[in-house]
């Protein structure tokens, strides 16, 4: 193999002088014709191009890493802010939602058990991009100094960001259903990356074999670029607000006095006997109910509660609270499920409503018929039990039960062994506080 | 400039910008958290029943009062006789009617046959919608006349039948246990508060002609919404 290079090597107009791959001084001095092949050389400029391109990809992932990054962190004071979706100006009109729900599921944060919110997957893209930034950077001042070693580890480490864009691309699709303009970016520029760095590597063209010391530099960028995420993560770890707040978000925001149904208007939603008794205040076609249902289900959190909900929609056609509707059809469902009581249509029809939330809300827009009729083709069972006095009278019952224990008029709340959980609780702080409350706190 | 020195030129802003940026985002973070007052009251309306604005307090009071005479307040038992709720309502007949006039969207007004306690199925449809239509009302209030023919002593127990009837039906078709504290009962027989004509235009269970006669075969039926 190495006889092989060799003679590439001779090929390309200079022979190997020494292990690194560069002509001795006095090969060069004992053939004065010897000149640099063009734009394939090692050595050579061109190789810089490419390095820059990585460099200004890695800076611009930096850019998108931090943006997210900052978001983050600016909603561990457990308030509310916009997130931001675009890098562009004027770029935000009709993104925030998918950025939220993006920055808000379970798969946005590791660690979220041991810490409020976790630490930001978007950190270690932080990180590794900075690191890129710096390798490239390096390299490309280095120019005809750097090795092709050197290049082959920046390309092995451009792999990584590439990986994990597949992946959360993909979660971001199966999982989550929505998109982040902002991870999209760093999808894009760590294709651009790795691309770079491949036409580095490419353009560079000392032999691998031929450098001694090429296990021990990419050791020492292996070395590096844990480094990095390491300090990172690190700084993270020790300026993560970790105040009275959150402990005082464990025992919960209020209790119920009344937790009881007489009127067996609780429904059955997620029933795990000898768990952590729970109960839910929901409407059917409230966005943050299902977001909320969601990411009780991806952190996997479902499974230690014994969960029933309390309907309460959020629709002036059966909520006197309500001057107007919030979620015009909430009725309608509520009713259907309530019909379905006791049978397993409950969860069917929930997991139905959620998944046509937008086009039910809509369709609702001047009067529930239309959702009623839908509700009926779906869901036969419920058709006789729609609309009639007795359904009507359990939505209303439903509806006095937050009333008799003076509930926010908000949806959705959850009750663990009667307490409530804070809204600031429901998101970024949900496995920390729930796990605690709970009682498996770590 | 050897090796080292430019790893480090470029290595360190690399490492340090976005350390100092994430200190530096975290840090406030943790200032705005402790600076935030949690023991401030949110500004979420709370789910509460229904005050609408027909509840003047003169009507409040005569719901009070009735409610109360009633057994649905606190009390052992259930229905207001006649003598009674003249004496918790004090009012004249006239006065105690209007005070329901406002209710004309609300209230319902089920009939009866001629000396009959029973509900026919236009009667127990109507019971049965003004029933669903509780919203955020407390109170149920069955108000049971009968026309003056025969005997007062008759009429009176007439109308507590046809008050019974209702009540009965609700029993029995919702098992609601909110049913014995929120339904009163008032008979008033034929000798407080009868209903004119104009009442005939309200919503009844029948849609034949209506006299004043027929319209005091009934119960007048409808929710309050007033926060007693």
């Keep these: 193999m190495a006889r092989k290079w060799e003679e590439l090597a001779e090929d390309d107009g200079y022979s190997l002088g020494d292990a690194d791959g560069f002509p001795d001084a006095a090969d060069v001095e004992a053939d004065v014709d010897y000149e640099p092949p063009i734009n394939t050389g090692f050595g050579q400029k061109p190789v810089r191009i490419p390095l820059v391109l990585v460099l200004l990809a890695a800076l611009g992932g930096a850019m998108f890493a931090a943006t997210s990054t900052a978001d983050f962190a600016a909603h561990l004071d457990r308030q509310v802010h916009s997130v931001t979706c675009s890098v562009m100006p004027g770029g935000e009109a009709g993104m925030e939602n998918g950025c939220k729900v993006v920055m808000m599921s379970p798969y946005s944060s590791w660690f979220r058990t041991d810490y409020w919110g976790g630490i930001p997957i978007s950190l270690f893209a932080l990180a590794v991009f900075c690191f890129l930034a710096y390798r490239a950077a390096h390299l490309a001042w280095k120019g005809g100094e750097a090795t092709r070693a050197e290049t082959g580890f920046l390309l092995a480490a451009t792999v990584l960001p590439v990986v994990m864009s597949v992946g959360y691309g993909y979660i971001s699709y199966s999982e989550v259903g929505a998109l982040c303009t902002v991870c999209a970016g760093i999808y894009v520029v760590s294709g651009l990356t790795f691309v770079g760095a491949l036409a580095a590597f490419v353009m560079s063209s000392s032999p691998p074999m031929g450098d001694p010391d090429g296990a021990r530099r990419f050791g020492v960028g292996v070395l590096e670029g844990v480094g990095f995420v390491v300090v990172l993560t690190m700084v993270w770890l020790v300026f993560i607000p970790q105040t009275e707040a959150n402990e005082r978000g464990v025992s919960g925001c209020g209790t119920l006095v009344q937790p009881e149904d007489p009127a067996g208007i609780m429904l059955d939603i997620g029933r795990n006997p000898g768990k952590a008794a729970s109960i839910e205040l929901l409407d059917p076609l409230c966005p943050a109910c299902k977001a909320f249902d969601g990411r009780l289900h991806e952190s996997g959190l479902d499974k230690t509660l014994d969960l029933r909900a309390v309907l309460f929609p959020l629709d002036a056609e059966c909520n006197w609270m309500l001057t107007e509707s919030l979620h015009p059809g909430a009725c309608a469902v509520s009713e259907a499920m309530l019909c379905a009581n006791g049978q397993s249509d409950v969860r069917a029809i929930l997991q139905w409503a959620f998944e046509n939330q937008a086009a039910l809300l809509e369709a609702a827009k001047d009067g529930d018929g239309p959702v009623r009729s839908q509700i009926k083709a779906a869901f036969p069972a419920v058709g006789g039990c729609l609309g009639t006095p007795v359904a009507r009278n359990r939505v209303v019952k439903s509806l006095r039960w937050a009333v008799a224990n003076a509930l926010p008029v908000m949806t959705p709340q959850l009750f663990v062994k009667g307490n409530r959980l804070c809204d600031e609780d429901t998101d970024l702080g949900l496995e920390y506080t729930l796990t605690r409350m709970v009682g498996g706190a770590k | ?228």
């Design chain 2, 1 to 228: 400039m050897n090796d080292i020195m430019r790893r480090a030129i470029v290595g360190v802003p690399a490492l340090l910008v976005p350390l100092l940026m994430v200190s530096s985002w975290l840090g406030a973070a943790e200032s705005r958290l402790n600076a935030a007052d949690y023991t401030a009251e949110e500004e979420v309306a709370i789910a509460s029943v229904s005050e609408d604005a027909y509840c003047t307090p003169k009507l409040k009071a005569i719901v009070r009062r009735v409610a109360t005479a009633c057994g649905l307040v606190g009390a052992s038992g259930r229905g207001c006789q006649p003598a009674v709720a003249k004496n918790v309502a004090q009012l004249t007949d006239d006065e105690f009617n209007a005070l329901f006039r406002p209710l004309e969207k609300r209230a319902h007004i089920v009939q009866f046959d001629a000396d009959s306690v029973d509900l026919d199925p236009s009667g127990v449809r109507t019971v049965e919608t003004a029933w669903a239509a509780q919203q955020g009302a407390s109170f149920f209030f069955v108000v049971a006349r009968a026309s003056p023919d025969g005997k007062t002593e008759h009429n009176e127990k007439l109308s507590a039948g046809r008050a019974r009837s209702v009540l009965g039906h609700l029993e029995q078709k919702f098992r609601d246990p909110d049913i014995a504290k929120q339904v009163g009962l008032l008979w008033l027989g034929e000798d407080f508060a009868q209903l004119g004509e104009e009442f005939c235009g309200w919503q009844r269970s029948r849609t034949e002609e209506c006299t004043e006669k027929e319209i005091n075969r009934s119960a007048f039926v409808a929710w309050i919404d007033c926060a007693i």
